[in-house]
């Protein structure tokens, strides 16, 4: 059964599929299972034509926020604001930029829809954000112990651009090298 649900993971062109792929292939104790996944990373990776550390790179999931590192929230009439801070938290405010520790409980005028998926993108974006922060940290801490490299376009588009990693690798010390010269 896992391994048929390995298979249809693969089909899911997500990232965040992709990602949960990644880490059955890397890190899951049962070997069966995870060569089963590693199957289906590798076709995945072939089929796209990247490496698997480019797969991993270029499928990063941003937990819903864009690319300034906010989610907007809305209740309809009242508007709220999720953003990442550079300890990878979520810190939510209102319109006025009054920092909350929790959405509101709905008003009367408040539409009723909207503040479900307001709460609902709220409570997933944070649970999120705390799995992207231990798998990273643990796949950048890899990265330097293998001394991986990546070329400049790449690191910046995938790794600096991206809403969420940009915070990780802004507290790592990296360096360009030319050949033989750094």
């Known amino acids: 059964q896992c391994k048929a649900l390995i298979a249809m ?3 899911i062109d997500h990232p965040s599929a992709t990602q949960f ?3 059955i292939a890397n890190r899951f104790r ?3 299972i995870r060569e089963e996944a590693e199957k289906y990373v590798s076709l995945l990776a072939e089929r796209k034509g ?3 550390d480019e797969l991993a790179d270029r499928t990063l999931p941003t937990a819903g926020f864009e690319d300034d590192g906010a989610l907007a929230l809305s209740y309809g009439p009242r508007q709220f604001q999720l953003r990442v801070t550079p300890n990878l938290e979520a810190a939510l405010a209102d319109s006025d930029g009054k920092p ?3 959405l509101p409980a709905p008003r009367k005028d408040d539409d009723e829809e909207q503040v479900k998926a307001a709460k609902k993108a709220f409570t997933a974006a944070k649970s999120e954000l705390k799995k992207f922060a231990a798998m990273q940290t643990t796949r ?3 990265a330097m112990c293998t001394q991986r ?3 400049v376009a790449d690191w910046r588009t995938y790794l600096m651009g991206h809403p969420l990693m940009k915070f990780l690798c802004q507290r790592l010390v990296w360096a360009v090298c030319d050949g033989d010269r750094v």
């Open 9 to 11: 993971l693969s089909t």
């Open 140 to 142: 950048l801490y890899e």
């Open 100 to 102: 909350l520790k929790t």
């Open 50 to 52: 990247w490496t698997l």
């Open 21 to 23: 792929l990644l880490s």
């Open 149 to 151: 490299t990546w070329t």
């Open 30 to 32: 049962t070997k069966g």
